[in-house]
């Protein structure tokens, strides 16, 4: 199991939160600790805004324990009938993600000693809030996440896998148990690299020049994510009308191997050329020159269509729905080759992503 930047910074907050509350003498520190558990979030936005509902869950337990308590007592049913009151206040404010917090805030008042009560109320309240700050300060200093890496590393891995599998399926030569398996790994590959990119929005430069390259930034890796997306599709495809692929003539066959070879390669390159790993295009167009090309491709796919004649009603749709993929990846990658270059073009200066490892 690797220890993770969240893992080590909820470390980090208990710890602090506890030393602090020790040190200013706050009676039963422990609240402080759990209070930090709560509040510790993946990135600095997500903690500030933690933060904010937090505080919120906090003022609002408090004050319902304390008028619970005020009013009729703290017995063990009416510490439970603050909870439910608690739940439906923050359910109807819209802070679900702060009541485990304020019911936590309103045990911890309620089981507190009859005498000199409203003291003890602002101490256990006040500790409470110390966890949440000290949550909020190891988020904003230490271990600055790096989602940025992780997300091209994310996206770069799962384009690797999927261009392997793309290359084997159109020479016939996968395993399908294997390929069915790792489908299915690839699709939670894919929406883990989502949350990784929402993450990575969520970042926020201290520096307003930085903006406008982080928005560049932005789109080049969400048409990243649409480019992989499309190359696993058109692996799906592959999978599951690999008979009918089959079954076209070889000439057909070898021409379209080499058009998605190309593709292929395209794509790799262009991961390269955003790193600023790639000088040119020269080998690709000389690639190129050899191959069918895109409208090559489709009249070659359409004359076959139009000869097919099998019980199959439905082959030659499969056959266009194939070919629609191939181009729909290409004028994806295109796409993504033209912000590339702008990006490069405008932004020298933040154009490098240091891909080294976690």
Known sequence: MKLGARMLKTGIAITLALYVAQLLEIPAPVFAGIAAIFAIQPTIYRSYLSVIDQIQG?????????????????????????????????????????IRLALVTIIAIMEAPVEDF??????????ILLGIMSSFAVNLIFIPPKYETKLFQGI?????????????????????????K?????????????????????ERRYFKKYEFSKRRKLVIYRQMIQVTQKSFELLKLQ?????????????????TRERLDYLLSYHEQLHLKFLGRVRS????????????????????????IKKIEVEDEFQPYHLMHILSAIIEYEEQLEYL?????????????????????I
């Open 118 to 127: 409203l003291q003890f109320s602002l101490l256990r309240s006040s500790s």
């Open 239 to 255: 999978y599951r009308y690999e008979n009918i692929l089959h079954q076209l003539p070889e000439s057909l066959q070898m021409h």
């Open 58 to 98: 906090n003022i609002i337990g408090a004050v319902i324990a304390i008028t619970c308590v005020l009013l009729f007592g703290n017995h063990l049913f009416i510490i439970g009938f603050a909870a439910i009151i608690a739940i439906i206040i923050m359910v109807k404010l819209k802070l679900e993600s702060s």
């Open 182 to 202: 790792d489908l299915g790994k690839i699709k939670g590959r894919i929406g883990s690299i989502n949350q990784l990119y929402a993450m990575y929005q969520e």
């Open 156 to 180: 770069s891995g799962v384009t690797e896998d999927i261009i392997k599998w793309i290359r084997l399926t159109t020479r016939f030569a996968s395993e399908d148990r294997l390929l069915k």
């Open 281 to 304: 295009e020269a080998e690709l167009d000389i690639l190129n020159q050899s191959i069918f090309n895109r409208n090559q491709l489709m009249d070659a796919f359409i004359k076959e």
């Open 337 to 357: 080759d033209k912000l590339i270059q702008t990006f490069q073009k405008y932004h020298k200066k933040d154009n490098q992503v240091n891909i080294e490892d």
